[in-house]
């Protein structure tokens, strides 16, 4: 039996593009078991877009919107979200 390895990968939107060198889809070879960890491993990338999405205390943005799996997360809750495998992250101002 194959083993396919985990993947997070990241949509990033609007001006936030200006920060990952205009990369819009960013694919991490990473098993983060929440969206705190998973953010970790693209802030590793591109570091400049961490303070464009989280407030100096590491909260998300008021104008920043999370997404995982196409699913909206409350905003105090999203960086603790859970993740399961492979995981789709939008990151949208």
Do not use: Y
């Not at 985990?6 to 819009?24: K, S």
């Not at 570091?47 to 997360?73: A, K």
């Not at 999203?78 to 990151?91: F, K, P, R, Y």
């Amino acid at each position: 039996m194959l083993a396919f390895p985990e993947m997070i990968t990241f949509q990033i939107t609007g001006h936030l593009t200006d920060f990952t060198g205009g990369d819009a889809e960013i694919k991490v070879d990473a098993q983060p078991a929440t969206v705190r960890e998973a953010l970790n491993e693209l802030w590793n990338r591109h570091g400049g877009l961490r303070d464009r999405v989280l407030t100096e205390q590491g909260e998300v943005r008021q104008h920043v919107n999370i997404f995982v799996n196409s699913s909206v997360v409350r905003r105090d809750e999203v960086l603790d979200a859970s993740l399961d495998g492979t995981a789709d992250i939008c990151i949208m101002p």
